[in-house]
Nanobody
Framework: QVQLVESRGGLVQAGGSLRLSCAASGSIFSIKDMGWYRQAPGKQRELVATIASDGSTVYADSVKGRFTISRTNTMNTVLLQMNSLTPEDTAVYFC??????????????WGQGTQVSVSS
């Protein structure tokens, strides 16, 4: 059993900052990728940023230069530092992890989602 536990989001004013964290726990052999996706009302879920086990990162164009994704030394926690937030960043943010279990099989896991709201 694997769980992804996300920190609480929040409400911030435009131009403000917020940091999200997500910790993976349970029957984990290794974690390949961890990342964040978001879904705004009426829109499809979209990639925000991901970070691989080698530290390589991918960002959505809309957040480049404003958001930074990182992983802790244990590699089981992913952080998303969000700066210069705009109302367009308002969405439910979901943590994602691609995790290999003891049988060598990779599975996709999702957090429960956390609301980030940015007021203008």
């Amino acid at each position: 059993q694997v769980q992804l536990v996300e920190s609480r989001g929040g409400l911030v004013q435009a131009g403000g900052s917020l940091r999200l964290s997500c910790a993976a726990s349970g029957s984990i052999f290794s974690i390949k990728d961890m990342g964040w996706y978001r879904q705004a009302p009426g829109k499809q879920r979209e990639l925000v940023a991901t970070i691989a086990s080698d530290g390589s990162t991918v960002y959505a164009d809309s957040v480049k230069g404003r958001f930074t994704i990182s992983r802790t030394n244990t590699m089981n926690t992913v952080l998303l530092q969000m700066n210069s937030l705009t109302p367009e960043d308002t969405a439910v943010y979901f943590c994602h992890a691609k995790i290999k279990n003891s049988l060598g099989v990779f599975w996709d896991y999702w957090g429960q989602g956390t609301q980030v709201s940015v007021s203008s």
